[in-house]
Nanobody, 123 residues
Framework: QVHLVESGGGLVQAGDSLKLSCVDS????????LAWFRQAPGKEREFVAV???????AYADSVKDRFAISRDNAKNMVYLQMNSLKPEDTALYYC?????????????????WGQGTQVTVSS
């Protein structure tokens, strides 16, 4: 079973950096593909980044070159380093996990979700 808990959100200014963390209490963490999604008020939940069980990574165009996803299988952790934050990055950020290997940018692929951590970027 997978149980995801995010942390690290907060209120920052434009241009600042923030690092989100997500811990999983399951025992087969290293088999999962792990992703970050975000949802702004009144908008659909959107893909941000994914890291595969084999360390494959992919990013949304809007965060590419600013955000970096990583994982530490020994600690059952996945991270999202966010640099050069913009007001449009303001959202509730979710960690998600799946054993599937197709359509990793689609939220329907993911069966396990955390509760989210709020990131607010002021201008």
């Amino acid at each position: 079973q997978v149980h995801l808990v995010e942390s690290g959100g907060g209120l920052v200014q434009a241009g600042d950096s923030l690092k989100l963390s997500c811990v999983d209490s399951g025992r087969t963490f290293n088999r999962y593909n792990l992703a970050w999604f975000r949802q702004a008020p009144g908008k659909e939940r959107e893909f941000v980044a994914v890291i595969g069980w084999n360390d494959y990574t992919a990013y949304a165009d809007s965060v590419k070159d600013r955000f970096a996803i990583s994982r530490d299988n020994a600690k059952n952790m996945v991270y999202l380093q966010m640099n050069s934050l913009k007001p449009e990055d303001t959202a509730l950020y979710y960690c998600a996990a799946t054993l599937g290997n197709a359509e990793l940018r689609a939220k329907r692929t993911y069966g396990y979700w955390g509760q989210g951590t709020q990131v607010t970027v002021s201008s």
